[in-house]
Nanobody, 125 residues
Framework: QVQLVESGGGLVQAGGSLRLSCAAS????????MGWFRQAPGKEREFVAA????????YYADSVKGRFTISRDNAKSTVYLEMKSLKSEDTAVYYC??????????????????WGQGTQVTVSS
């Protein structure tokens, strides 16, 4: 079983950048595909980005494509989300999640078994 801890959230002006980190422990990190999801107040949790266990394959929501970059360092058991050109609509709690690397759709939250506690990202306009 893996535990996930996010960090790096905060308050940033529109157009600014943030880098989120998610540190994993308690499991073999390379066994898991990793994803980032977000939930804004009054809205459902939505997919943001995901990365395969090797880092070879990445997936992005259309709303963040070209602005966000997901990456991972298996030696450090950490996944990152680099966010640039932030917009007010990016304001949300961002969650890191892990899924079995062999099964499930990377774009669906139902595929992910393990979740972090979330980190708040607030973009001021």
């Amino acid at each position: 079983q893996v535990q996930l801890v996010e960090s790096g959230g905060g308050l940033v002006q529109a157009g600014g950048s943030l880098r989120l980190s998610c540190a994993a422990s308690g499991g073999t990190f390379s066994s898991y595909g990793m994803g980032w999801f977000r939930q804004a107040p009054g809205k459902e949790r939505e997919f943001v980005a995901a990365i395969s266990w090797s880092g070879e394959n990445t997936y992005y929501a259309d709303s963040v494509k070209g602005r966000f970059t997901i990456s991972r360092d298996n030696a450090k058991s950490t996944v990152y989300l680099e966010m640039k050109s932030l917009k007010s609509e990016d304001t949300a709690v961002y969650y890191c999640a892990a899924k079995n690397r062999y099964y499930g759709d990377y774009l669906s939250s139902r595929s992910f078994s393990y979740w972090g506690q979330g980190t708040q990202v607030t973009v001021s306009s």
